[in-house]
């Protein structure tokens, strides 16, 4: 007849339960060390692959490489080596042709800033020439006298220094090369100002004077 083969566990009594913590507390191969020991004493580590080789070292260490945190400043400072004058020439001419390409017709006598627009855009309603009139006065500093010659700009002095930084940029970008061509480009594109020639009817000189009838003719009287 079988029997039960059972085994009585007697609970520890509170001698024996101090007596252990006071041991696991001193030495690091306590019932708690033990018991992590014997959970993983069985596993085996994973074999390196090949490639690990060259990414952790033998140490057993991570080789991370640093993060530069400041590569993306570091990229938008102008190349240290481009010539000072070099720089302030294009600048002079950078801003000189967008000048150029953003004002008006040289302003005749006795116009205003609609009497301009008016000349030189002949399909504009009356009411865009006033808009863009009005427009044009704030970017010229609401000045009221305009003189002959003179032209108005069609844009605001932030747009103007917008559009030089941006040409600035590009042209510190650059390479030397690159930076002689795209100082000749500008150069060439700016036109020469022709200056306000200011023509006057000459002294004791009336303007269309027409000729006296004696002056007419020049052959011999008649009989």
């Given at each position: 007849m079988a029997t039960n083969d059972t085994v009585q566990l007697n609970p520890?009594?509170?001698?024996?339960?101090?007596?252990?913590?006071t041991v696991g507390a001193t030495d690091q191969t306590g019932p708690a060390q033990k018991l992590y020991t014997s959970a993983y004493a069985d596993s085996t580590?994973?074999?390196?692959?090949?490639?690990?080789?060259?990414?952790?070292?033998?140490?057993?260490?991570l080789d991370i490489p640093p993060i530069d945190l400041f590569k993306s400043q570091r990229s938008e400072i102008p190349n240290a080596g481009i010539d000072s004058k070099e720089s302030e020439a294009f600048k002079h001419l950078a801003t000189k042709l967008i000048e150029q390409q953003n004002r008006t017709a040289p302003v005749a006598k006795g116009e205003g800033y609609y009497q301009v627009l008016q000349r030189m855009h002949k399909d504009w309603t009356p009411?865009?020439?006033?808009?863009?009139?009005?427009?044009?006065?704030?970017?010229n500093h609401n000045s009221n006298e305009l003189r002959?010659?003179?032209?108005?700009?069609?844009?605001?002095?932030?747009?103007?220094?917008?559009?030089?930084?941006?040409?600035?940029?590009?042209?510190?970008k650059a390479t030397p090369e690159q930076r002689k061509q795209m100082l000749a480009e500008v150069q060439k594109q700016i036109v020469p100002d022709k200056p306000v020639v200011h023509r006057h009817p000459q002294p004791h000189q009336q303007p269309h004077q027409q000729p006296h009838q004696s002056q007419r003719y020049h052959g011999s009287p008649r009989r």
């Open positions: 520890p009594t509170i001698e024996q339960i101090e007596a252990r913590s580590p994973m074999p390196r692959r090949p490639q690990d080789a060259a990414t952790q070292p033998a140490n057993g260490t009411e865009h020439l006033y808009d863009e009139a009005h427009r044009i006065k704030n970017y002959v010659g003179q032209r108005l700009s069609t844009i605001s002095d932030w747009q103007k220094d917008h559009a030089v930084k941006e040409r600035m940029a590009a042209f510190e």
